[in-house]
């Protein structure tokens, strides 16, 4: 039964097949950030209440959460292929054969991959009512996603963007096209069997981002607006904004329901009032604590860049950065606001800083004095350094091998000392690229 207090809509929402990339994903905490295995295997189901328990999804892949009900089971979010099919049989070899709903708490592709197989399995789909939106603002960039989406996860193994893409891109199509079929506005009432539940719209990691509460557990199911690390409120892979406000007010709204249980679709649920309202306080408050930051700098004239090395959040709000980055955040908020011009005239112009190149390598006598100058910067830690300057001797003189082997030095060298899922992705493919460019 169905009863919904605000905006319900039950319709198709949309007319032609999608294509979900694997969009924005979360991670659990330490090392399991950086856990690049095998999403399909070793899945246990666990319990976490009566009535309650979940498939912890891995490798950017979501969990995928089951309230028991005697109406049969309630999937909240589904995974990523093929995460969601070994999530799928994992759950009917426990007896979850029977589904009456499948909520989906956003349309990224990592929570999206099992629909079809709990649809065939008697779910309804219930997705917030900007879902159809946003998926087709994924179906517009499918080819931008499909090459940013392969290199910052890596999920075909780091063979480069191409291999990566292909990879990505048929891992994904199972979620290709996914048509809610009860959607709302702001808030959605749902009875299944002798279960409650309250849906409400909480905006942050995306527009059609949802809750779901579950009242009778005081049990909150809040997506991906949690998870152990700063969010990745600019995601390296290209996102539209993703407003500081929306985050704080949503976390609010979920404190505002005092749960005693908060399953985030990524990572592992977080049981006690008393924790769950200091991990979700401390996020709310880094958040607001960064914003500020960069609206301060912006009215005082700094730029995007000096704020990203200024910005640290004090020690009592340090919520981690395994996978979104303070720095990011504080371009991605500077940006939002004020847009790509960063008051150089010179970039008012289609010609690029790099196209002084040819005449910075000619001057410095060739591209083998600008790598021996990329060796003395990485013996002195300054692997970053050394990037900028084997690029600009790149652009000079394309295919120089000292070259290529500083820059491949330089990556080795951020990637293990790397701690943030993304990063490494994005440093993995720029170490592939250098190596097929000088042929190994
Ligand atoms: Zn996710």
Redesign the pocket.
């Known amino acids: 039964m169905l009863r919904s207090f605000v905006t319900t809509t039950v319709a198709c929402l949309a007319t032609t097949p999608c294509v979900c990339l694997a ?4 991670a659990p905490a330490g090392s399991r950030l950086l856990d690049n295995s095998d999403p399909t295997l070793n899945l246990p189901v666990t319990p976490i209440a009566p009535g309650l328990r979940y498939v912890i999804g891995r490798n ?1 892949s ?1 969990n995928t959460i089951v309230i028991d009900t005697s109406a049969g089971a309630v999937i909240i979010d589904t995974s990523r292929p093929p995460a969601s099919r070994a999530h799928f049989d994992v759950l009917n070899k426990n007896g979850v054969t029977k589904a009456a709903y499948v909520i989906l708490t956003h349309g ?1 592709g ?2 999206t991959g099992g629909v079809d197989l709990w649809k065939k399995a008697g779910a309804k789909v219930v997705a917030q009512e900007n879902f159809a939106e946003f998926l087709q603002y994924q179906r517009m960039l499918t080819g931008f996603f499909a090459i940013r989406n392969g290199a910052q996860y890596q999920f075909a193994g780091g063979q480069g963007a191409a291999a990566q893409s292909r990879g990505s891109l048929a891992a994904l199509a199972q979620s290709a096209s996914i048509v809610p079929d009860i959607t709302f506005a702001k808030q959605l009432s749902l009875d299944v069997g002798d279960t409650h539940l309250e849906l409400y719209h909480t905006p942050g990691e995306t527009p059609d981002h949802l809750t779901v509460w579950l009242p009778k557990l005081k049990a909150a199911f809040l ?2 607006n949690y998870y152990q690390s700063f969010p990745n409120m600019y995601t390296l892979r290209g996102t539209r904004p993703r407003w500081p406000a929306e985050y704080i007010q949503s976390l609010e709204k979920v404190l505002s329901l005092q749960p005693e249980i908060v399953v985030p ?2 990572g592992t649920a977080i049981v006690g009032k008393a924790e769950i309202t200091r991990r979700l306080t401390q996020m709310r408050d880094a958040i607001k604590y960064v914003h500020d930051a960069v609206i301060a700098g912006m009215n005082a004239g700094k730029d995007a860049r000096t704020l990203m090395d200024e910005i640290k959040l004090p020690k009592e709000l340090d919520v981690g950065e395994g996978y979104g980055k303070i720095s990011w955040s504080v371009r991605g908020i500077y940006e939002s606001y004020a847009g790509w011009f960063n008051g150089d005239p010179a970039e008012m112009f289609s010609q690029s800083r790099s196209s002084v190149s040819p005449s910075l390598v000619a001057l410095a006598g060739g591209a083998q004095p600008i790598a021996d100058e990329a060796q003395k910067l990485l013996k002195s830690g300054k692997e970053v350094e050394a990037l900028h300057l084997t690029a600009i001797g790149l652009e000079g003189s394309p295919g120089d091998k000292s070259l290529l082997r500083a820059r491949i030095a330089a990556f080795e060298t951020l990637i293990k000392a790397s701690t943030n899922r993304n990063e490494v992705g994005w440093l993995q493919q720029g170490l592939a690229q250098a190596k097929t460019a000088l042929g190994q």
């Open positions: 969009q924005q994903a979360a950017v979501s990224h990592d929570h997506g991906d679709s990524h």
